[in-house]
């Protein structure tokens, strides 16, 4: 029962900091003009996501403190659904190239930050 | 039956609340708004929702980021005579915390009117219709989008209302609802004689349909420079300041060097700094240019609806966002440009409230 609470708590944090985060990044890219289209909040919180999932899972936690830090509080900061969904969005109206661009560019940076994760998780 | 009224055209963050000297938690903006509309019984009223804009202090909106899309911008849009419309102007800005409020002159009018030509300017008619009435067996607004484009107006788009008021009664687009009577507005743009046909037959054809025409000046369309906006003074003879719209028709899909038009312009406006702001509302159904009416279709990747972009500003600004405007329409896009007697914008508690409407003749 406990880890249950743990696990709505962990959860609601994890979706409060995404929401501050994709926010307050979304806010600044969108004004400029370099990136139109890009979305820059859910990029970040995906790869600064897989960093941490990464690192933590390379962690020997118990399997407790793994459920509350990965599935509940990383799982809920990161967003899949949202990446293909702004994706989807970015097609309607035409823009291929970014709507290209936001999947290889997460996938790479994605990839990469759970692999740096694991690296440094490595050298702790 | 060619009666002058007003149209005041609120535009807002939809997620603000009301300003109220009521302890309790306040209820927000736009319902209150209607709710007054409501009360006042209003002959039309309609919320429509935004995808991006910008105002004063220059924050970004937009529905690029589902974050950001969770508080879009609004323009809420009411007609009626001019006595019952400026009876309420200082309500609607007592109301709001932030935000603007335009003033439009406009007439209404019904079948057999004649509109004068106006200088040689375009005229926007704008059709108010319930969202699931039908006219001669397909939805009202495709039957009046068919009729616009069969008479050659230059363009028309329909916007799908949330929420609004229709002949005195309130009409909210609720999820499990057809949603009958909730308002739509279709804007169109032709001329003279193209309006006085498009208002007998659509007079004749819709029960009851609410139709306002106002002046404009057609200044694009599909690339081709036909006027620049006029060139207006700051202040009218008594002194009362001069504003100025400038809509630009677009489609969803066509771009300017890779980015839709609509996001491509107000990205620009924000970056030039010379300009107070901008909305994008996006249609359901429309048109401009010489191809057929569109909209959504069931099955598809790239989205045809088209946007409607709106900058107001003073005319020395339009004058300069018009560069912008006119740069990036090189290929796309039907351009017009009004004058607005009346804006009051608000940008904090102690914003200077309605006084006069400006009158200038050009």
Same mark, same amino acid.
């Given at each position: ?40 909040? #859910? ?27 990965? #599935? ?9 659904? #949202?990446?293909?969904?702004? #994706? ?37 | ?11 807002f963050?939809?997620r603000q609340r009301v300003v109220t000297d009521d302890?309790r938690r306040p209820g927000f903006l736009a319902d209150a708004m209607l709710d007054l ?54 309500d609607v800005?007592a109301m709001t915390g932030r935000g ?59 916007? *799908? ?48 349909? *609410? ?30 300041? *001069? ?25 620009? *406006? ?93």
């Open positions: 029962m406990v880890l249950w609470i743990g696990v709505l708590l962990a959860g609601g944090a994890g979706a409060v900091l995404r929401f501050l985060v994709d926010g307050a990044i979304g806010r600044r890219a969108a004004r400029s003009r370099h990136f139109v289209g890009l979305p820059f909040g #859910t990029l970040v919180v995906n790869v600064s996501g897989a960093a941490l999932l990464g690192l933590l899972s390379s962690l020997a936690l118990n399997r407790h403190v793994a459920l509350l830090a990965d #599935t509940a509080f990383v799982g809920s900061y990161t967003t899949f659904s #949202t990446w293909m969904l702004e #994706t989807q969005r970015l097609g309607e109206e035409r823009q291929v190239r970014s709507a290209v661009a936001n999947i290889v560019v997460s996938i790479v940076l994605g990839i990469g930050a759970a692999l740096f994760g694991q690296w440094i998780a490595g050298r702790l | 039956m060619n009666q002058p009224c007003l149209k005041l055209t609120a535009y963050g939809e302890v509309f409501d009360t006042r019984e209003l002959a039309t009223s309609v919320m429509l929702r935004g995808i991006t804009s910008f105002g004063p202090r220059h924050v970004l909106r937009t529905d690029e980021s589902l974050t950001l899309s969770e508080d879009p911008p609004v323009a809420i849009a009411a007609v009626d005579v001019e006595s019952k419309i400026s009876g309420l102007v200082n800005v603007l409020v335009t003033l439009e002159r406009a007439r209404l009018v019904r079948g057999g009117d004649v509109l004068d030509d106006t200088n040689g300017d375009a005229i926007k008619l704008t059709v108010y219709v319930g969202r699931q009435e039908r006219i001669a067996g397909l939805p009202a607004y495709r039957a009046v989008c068919d009729l616009l484009y069969r008479r050659g107006f230059s363009g028309g788009a329909v916007f *799908l209302g949330v929420d609004g008021t229709a002949h005195g009664e309130r009409y909210r687009a609720r999820f499990f609802s057809r949603n009958v009577n909730v308002p739509l507005m279709i804007v169109s743009i032709g001329t003279a004689a193209q309006v006085s046909a498009a208002v007998a037959e659509l007079s004749a054809a819709a029960s009851n349909p *609410l139709l306002t025409v106002e002046r404009v000046r057609l200044c694009k369309r599909s690339g081709e420079l036909f006027a620049s906006p006029h060139r207006l003074p700051d202040k009218d003879d008594r002194q009362r300041p *001069l504003w100025q719209k400038l809509t630009v028709h677009t489609s969803e899909a066509t771009g300017h060097g890779g980015v839709p038009i609509h996001r491509a312009l107000v990205h620009r *406006l924000l970056d030039s700094g010379l300009a107070h702001g901008a909305t994008v509302l996006r249609g359901i159904w429309g048109f401009h240019g010489d191809h057929k009416p569109h909209g959504d279709k069931l099955f598809q990747l790239i989205r045809r609806t088209p946007v409607v972009t709106t900058i107001i500003d003073t005319p020395e600004w339009i004058a300069r966002s018009f560069d912008i405007v006119d740069e990036l329409t090189s290929e796309h896009g039907l351009v017009t440009s009004e004058m607005l007697p009346a804006v009051v914008s608000i940008t904090g508690p102690d914003s200077e409230g309605w006084t006069d409407l400006a009158r200038h003749d050009y």
